[in-house]
């Protein structure tokens, strides 16, 4: 059984940093790409930031130059680091990773729990 397991969020002021964290723990043999979404109340989960295992980074407009992902192919830990945090930042953080697990030949996406962010103005 594969578990995402996500920390981090909180409160921050506007202009403030916040580090997400996010490991994979199981029997994982191989992790593809992580992804990084956020909700909002009331809207859509949409997508933040994603990172290959080769290490491309892509990230949605709002957030270019602000957030940085990252990961570790070793313990299988991905990290968004958030800089000049802004109140439409404010979410639920959520992790998806694609993953192989031992014995399988398929990949499946897996997410974790959500980790509030709430950037006050």
């Known amino acids: 059984q594969v578990q995402l397991v996500e920390s981090g969020g909180g409160l921050v002021q506007a202009g403030g940093s916040l580090d997400l964290s996010c490991a994979a723990s199981?029997?994982?043999?191989?992790?593809?790409?992580w992804e990084w979404y956020r909700q909002a109340p009331g809207q859509q989960r949409e997508l933040v930031a994603q990172i290959t295992r080769g290490g491309i980074e892509n990230y949605q407009d709002s957030v270019k130059g602000r957030f940085t992902i990252s990961r570790d192919n070793v313990l299988n830990i991905v990290y968004l680091r958030m800089n000049s945090l802004k109140p439409e930042d404010t979410a639920v953080y959520y992790c998806?990773?694609?993953?192989?697990?031992?014995?399988?030949?398929?990949?499946?996406?897996?997410w974790g729990q959500g980790t509030q962010v709430t950037v006050s103005s």
């Open positions: 199981g029997s994982i043999l191989r992790v593809n790409t």
């Open positions: 998806s990773a694609d993953v192989q697990a031992t014995g399988r030949e398929v990949f499946r996406t897996y």
